[in-house]
Structures are given as structure tokens and as C-alpha cells.
């Protein structure tokens, strides 16, 4: 029980703080969020913009050490369930005394920048603060207000809004142009009923507004980086290894079967398979691609030493946003404070590390598992029916495949390929397809194919289907799925494209997971 603890942690810092109160700055959440620990606020400066991205000081509530901490670390992340929430910290911090509300003065640290027309950033500063949020705005009239409605946001934080949105813009242009990779996968949202069942496994597609609020996070999170960087503090970094050289060339030779090119002279320059996403977007087989891209990426982790993300295009990235809902990030903060009061750096940050790095990909365990299961009793009410699929993966177990109509992934297994035929079937992994060892029939990773769903096993987490044909004819995507994924998109937000498994919101009727970085 660590909640009265909480309660006490409502100390005065002696440390002044910059007075933004002034300072007009707005959240940007899902509609149903309660947890409110980044505020932005931004305003032209010369050709381009200054920006200020206030984060909760949640450092200044858990101090190291205390019962409250121990807890904190123990979870190391929040985690997203259909409906539910198991947070890293008691409510009364994480949607109380952290949480940025309007109208209410609020402890933050804030970092301050100047963007140029071309995207690069200058003048950064880092400094604790006390701001006070004028609105929560949401996604949905963020988007109104991309897309003309001029009523979508009253007053000052309209004005706020866009130039918000014309900030970002220009960060993710050169973000782009660097090299970061700009991945365009749905995720799985469970839709639940009032009582938690779920009634559907839908495609959640993001929308321009999430992006703005995720462009000024990573801009926030690589000056921060920076500024531990250049101050020889000890902190905790995120790193994105490059991809292994054999990922590049089971891509490569994939992509060869639909006429896409993959650099091979520089596997650790992100602009070749960012040039490769591109081109890969143009063709039938993008989403299935992109996934193939997805899984051939290194698996990003936390590190007090320094490193290239690979998916970002950055030479330095620390996860500084999110500290409510991430140890790492409260690390992060307690090593600028530390700095501040001219404190010792932190310690054991390669054991913090590390366990910050298991207990992400613990809860990201959970949540696929959670999610695959309610697929599973959706399904469930769907076999016998035939739907239009395509190819997500190649095993020697089988095809995954993807129903259009249905947001979850099943197997057609290898032995249920040659059933009638007698065929035997190899993997050729390089170009991931399975081919027909006598009469050479093949079926590649994003082909479109027919199939009926025959088998669900729940316990197992397993949804099973056999081929019908090997082409359907709309070519794997339905028009309800379409509407179904524009829809989603429209309602919800998940964690980015960049290749990370990761890093904001869709709750109740959604599974929700933090799209921000």
C-alpha cells in the first residue's frame, strides 16, 4: 500500500522554478484519458518556432529509495489491457497530483527549443518549471482543426493548436529526410462491451494528430538526450541497434519478387530501408511488408550508454515524455535533478537498465497475449466462414495469415497445404515463401489468398484456417475492413512506426497503448 505516501510526497522544492503559468500550453490526449503528464505549447519565432514541451515532474513526487519508488520500479511500466488499466503509479499521483489538468498549477519539467523552417533544433534549454494547462484538447478536434474546422477549438489554444501542428510538420519533414523510418502498420484494437467481453478485434490506423504530438515528443526526447550528452550526466538511453545482415537480405531477396530494391552498401544508414518503405507503400503487398520490415528490426532496449535508434535516425534519444507511465523516464528526471542540487549521479544504471528493458517487454508480452485471446472468442463465432486474407508470415508450421474482416492472425498449417495433393512443401526463408517441392507452387509472404476458418483454440491462443484459393479476388481487402480501420483509426491512438514495439491512448471499448514516444 503505497498511497499515503503519496499523499506526503506533496513537498515544496527549494530549487526555483520558471513561472510558465502564463505561458499558454494545451494536452493532447484520447478522448478518455485521465493521466495527463505532457503539455505542449508553441509560437512563431522568425521563420520558424519556439516550442516548450512541459512534463509532468513526477521525480519530485516519487523520490528514490522510498517505498513508493520501489513499487514503482518494481512495475517499471504501465500496462494497457481491454478496459483496463494496471498503472505504475497510484491513481491519486498519476491522475491527481502528476496529472497536467486544466486550470491547475502543476510542478514540470519543461524543455524549451527553437525550430528552424528546415527542422533543426537550437537554443534547447532544460529547466524545472510551473506551468498551467488552458485546455485538454483532444485528438478528434485536433483533427477537426487540421482539417479546417476553425470552431473545433475556441480561443488561444486554437492558436496554440496550430501552430503546434505546423511545428511538427516541419520536425517529422526532416526527421523523414534523415532517415527515420516511417512505418504505416495498424494495430489490434479490441472493442469490449459494457460487461468487458470483447465484440470485435478491429484495425486501429493513426491519424495526423497523433502525429503532431508525437513529433514534439521525439524533439523533446532527443534534446533532453543532448543535454545529458553535453553535461557528461549519467543517464538512461534509448537504443535501436541496426538490423543483423541477414535481416537485410531476407528482406532484400523478398522484396525482389514484387520489383522493390534494398540498399545492401550501408546497413546502419536507416535512409536505404527508409527509401525501401517508401517505395514498399506503392504496392499491394505494403502492410504485409511493412510487418516483414517490423520483425526484421532489432528489438530497441534501454542503456546508460549512448547509441544509435536505428528507427529514429538518431545518434542520441532518451525516453523523457512519459514518466508517469515509465521508470525509465522518472530515471531520466531524477538525473536532471540530481544535476540541479549538484547531487552524485545515479547508480547501478546498467542493472536499472536492464530491468527496465525486461519489464517492458514483459507487459508488451501481456497485452499481445491479452489481445490474442479475445481474438480468439471473436473468432470463435466466425469459423466455418470464408474470408479474403493475406500472407503475414512464413514457418515451417505454415502461413500466417490476416483476414480482412477479422483484425487477428491464425495459421494455415503446412501439413493442411498438401492435404489433397500429397505435395510437400518447403521454407525458403530468404524470399519467405513455402514452395511445392514437385510442382513448385508458391506462396509468399503478402499474397493474397481465400480461406475458411476451421479451427479455434483458445487455450492455446491458436485461430486456425485452410487455403480455399490462392488469390482472392478483391484483393485481400474488404470495403467494411477499410471503413472498419478508417474508423478505428478516427477513435483511438496506440505507442510508433519508427519501429519500436512501443510508445498513447484508446480506453474502455479499446485496447489502448501509448503511441507516444
Known amino acids: 500500500d503505497v498511497e499515503p505516501e503519496a499523499e506526503l510526497a506533496d513537498a515544496e522544492i527549494t530549487l526555483k522554478r520558471r513561472d510558465l503559468r502564463a505561458q499558454i500550453h494545451v494536452t493532447i490526449d484520447g478522448e478518455d484519458a485521465r493521466d495527463f503528464d505532457d503539455a505542449v505549447s508553441a509560437q512563431p519565432e ?34 494497457y489491457l481491454p478496459g483496463k488499466v494496471l498503472p505504475m503509479l497510484p491513481e491519486k499521483l498519476s491522475n ?15 524543455c524549451e527549443m527553437v525550430i528552424d523552417r528546415h527542422g533543426a533544433r537550437s537554443d534547447i534549454r532544460v529547466y524545472p518549471s510551473l506551468i498551467r494547462s488552458a485546455a485538454r484538447l483532444t485528438y478528434v478536434q485536433v ?37 527515420s523510418l516511417d512505418l504505416e502498420i495498424a494495430e489490434a484494437a479490441v472493442v469490449i462491451d459494457a460487461s468487458g467481453a470483447p465484440l470485435d478485434v478491429v484495425a486501429r490506423a493513426p491519424i495526423e ?30 537504443v535501436h541497434p541496426p538490423p543483423a545482415q541477414e535481416k537485410w537480405t531476407r528482406l532484400q531477396n523478398w522484396g525482389k519478387r514484387f520489383g522493390l530494391s534494398l540498399r545492401m552498401t550501408d546497413c546502419s544508414n536507416p535512409g536505404n ?40 535516425a538518431s545518434q542520441a534519444y532518451a525516453h523523457f515524455t512519459s514518466p508517469i507511465r515509465r521508470y525509465p523516464d522518472l530515471l531520466v528526471h531524477r538525473a536532471l535533478w540530481n544535476h540541479w542540487r549538484g547531487k552524485a549521479s545515479l547508480l547501478r544504471l546498467d542493472d536499472l537498465a536492464k530491468h527496465c528493458s525486461e519489464t517492458e517487454r514483459r507487459a508488451l508480452q501481456a497485452e499481445r497475449d491479452v489481445t490474442q485471446y479475445a481474438a480468439c472468442l471473436v473468432a470463435r463465432r466466425h469459423q466455418g466462414e470464408e474470408m479474403s486474407a493475406r500472407i503475414t508470415g512464413v514457418h515451417a508450421a505454415g502461413l500466417f495469415v490476416r483476414p480482412a474482416d477479422l483484425f487477428a492472425e491464425g ?107
Not at 515532474?57 to 520501489?70: F, G, H, I, N, P
Not at 497530483?97 to 486544466?102: A, K, T, V, W
Not at 513529433?215 to 543517464?235: F, K, P, Q
Open 273 to 312: 530501408m527508409a527509401d525501401f518503405v517508401e517505395h514498399l507503400k506503392l504496392t499491394p503487398q505494403a502492410e504485409a511488408g511493412q510487418m516483414l520490415l517490423l520483425r526484421s528490426l532489432a528489438q530497441a532496449y534501454y542503456s546508460p550508454q549512448v547509441a544509435m535508434h536505428f528507427g529514429l
Open 143 to 179: 483533427q477537426r482543426l487540421i482539417d479546417g474546422d476553425e470552431g473545433a477549438v475556441p480561443g488561444q489554444p486554437a492558436s496554440v493548436g496550430r501552430h503546434a501542428i505546423d511545428a511538427s510538420r516541419v520536425l517529422r519533414r526532416r526527421r523523414f529526410g534523415l532517415g
Open 96 to 110: 491527481g497530483l502528476c496529472s497536467l489538468q486544466p486550470g491547475v498549477p502543476r510542478r514540470a519539467i519543461t
Open 46 to 79: 522568425g521563420e520558424g518556432y519556439r516550442i516548450w514541451v512541459s512534463i509532468a515532474d513526477v521525480a519530485s513526487y516519487v523520490q528514490a529509495r522510498t517505498t513508493l519508488d520501489r513499487e514503482a520500479r518494481l512495475r517499471g511500466t504501465s500496462v
Open 209 to 238: 494528430a497523433h502525429h503532431v504530438i508525437e513529433d514534439l515528443m521525439i524533439a523533446a526526447n532527443e534534446s533532453v538526450a543532448e543535454h545529458l550528452l553535453e553535461r557528461d550526466l549519467a543517464g538512461v538511453y534509448r
Open 411 to 517: 495459421l494455415i498449417p503446412i501439413t493442411s497445404l498438401g492435404e489433397r495433393t500429397g505435395e510437400y512443401f518447403e521454407v525458403w526463408d530468404e524470399a519467405q515463401m513455402l514452395v511445392g517441392r514437385s510442382s513448385g507452387v508458391r506462396y509468399a509472404m503478402g499474397e493474397a489468398l481465400k480461406v475458411r476458418l476451421v479451427r479455434v483454440d483458445i487455450g492455446m491462443r491458436r485461430i486456425d484456417f485452410e487455403l480455399v484459393r490462392a488469390a482472392a479476388p478483391d484483393g485481400g481487402t474488404s470495403r467494411a475492413a477499410r471503413a472498419k480501420s478508417r474508423d478505428a483509426g478516427k477513435r483511438n491512438r496506440s505507442d510508433r512506426r519508427s519501429g519500436e514495439p512501443s510508445g498513447r491512448r484508446a480506453r474502455k471499448s479499446v485496447r489502448r497503448r501509448s503511441r507516444k514516444p
